[in-house]
């Protein structure tokens, strides 16, 4: 079974005991490259800024330089409740520092770490920029992206965009007691995510992900499909209480003061 030690918004700690010999290392580390890898998120795609054409530039009165910029929009944690494609604007005029919170967009978009620093605008200077959001998965360059999109004008910059919308995932394998049996597996899972899905939700998304592409081997023969994995004869699990010791009955003192 599944057992949900701590949750919230961002950060998730579940514990799954107990598995066969080697099944915890199994489904941690795959678990663990499809929330990396497969998840759907949402990201920025392109920007473009006034007065730049090409990511080597500076704008006047702002701090950073372009590239700089650029690595920063690359962190902004995006939600989109709309499958198109969105704009997003920032203009302002200094002096300020320019954040994530900034981001003005339709409803549909949700900016999940309004705090980021993106750059300085110096006392008179304005800064300007119109970015483009989409969903999609993983990690896709700004060479695909401008690939994509080959009618891109000029001053249009693509950049990399890292959709998914798990930030980090470790697991853990330990040894956990069945009866008299000690060499079960326990696996403990713990996912920190963006704030765009729960851990709870990546989780099961994950699962799914993994019991849809394991379907493709089961249908290679009608005799898999039928087959019962993991189910307990009722002869078996009597053995397994037989051997319980008297430590593991939950006895009342005079009951285990007797028996021993």
């Given amino acids: ?49 006034d007065g730049v054409l090409h990511e080597f530039s500076s704008i006047d009165g702002v701090l950073e330089d372009v590239t700089t910029i650029i690595l920063n929009l690359k962190k902004v944690a995006l939600k989109l409740n709309s499958e198109d494609v969105q704009t997003l ?16 967009g339709s409803s549909d978009v949700e900016v999940l770490n309004p705090d980021l620093y993106i750059c300085t605008v110096a006392d008179g200077a304005s800064f300007h920029a119109r970015m483009t959001a989409n969903k999609g998965r993983g990690y896709v360059s700004a060479t695909e992206n401008k690939a994509k999109n080959e009618d891109m004008p000029i001053g249009v910059l693509a950049i990399d965009s890292i959709y998914t919308p798990i930030e980090r995932v470790n697991y853990q394998v330990e040894k956990t007691r069945v009866g008299q049996k000690n060499d079960f597996d326990k696996l403990t899972l713990d996912v920190w995510t963006n704030g765009s899905i729960t851990p709870s939700e990546a989780i099961s998304l994950s699962a799914k992900i993994l019991t849809e592409h394991l379907t493709l081997f089961v249908d290679l023969t009608d005799e898999a499909k039928n087959a019962e994995i993991m189910v307990e004869k009722e002869e078996t699990h009597k053995e397994k209480m037989l051997e319980m010791t008297i430590e593991e009955l939950d006895l009342s003192v005079r009951s285990y003061n007797c028996l021993k």
């Fill in 1 to 49: 079974k599944i057992q949900k030690i701590e949750e919230s918004e961002n950060y998730g700690k579940f514990v799954v005991e107990p598995l066969e010999r080697g099944y915890g290392t199994t489904l941690g580390n795959s678990l663990r490259r499809i929330l990396l890898s497969s998840l759907p998120g949402a990201a920025i795609t392109d920007v473009q800024l």
């Fill in 89 to 104: 604007e920032i203009d302002v005029t200094g002096p300020m520092e320019v954040t994530a919170g900034d981001i003005q």
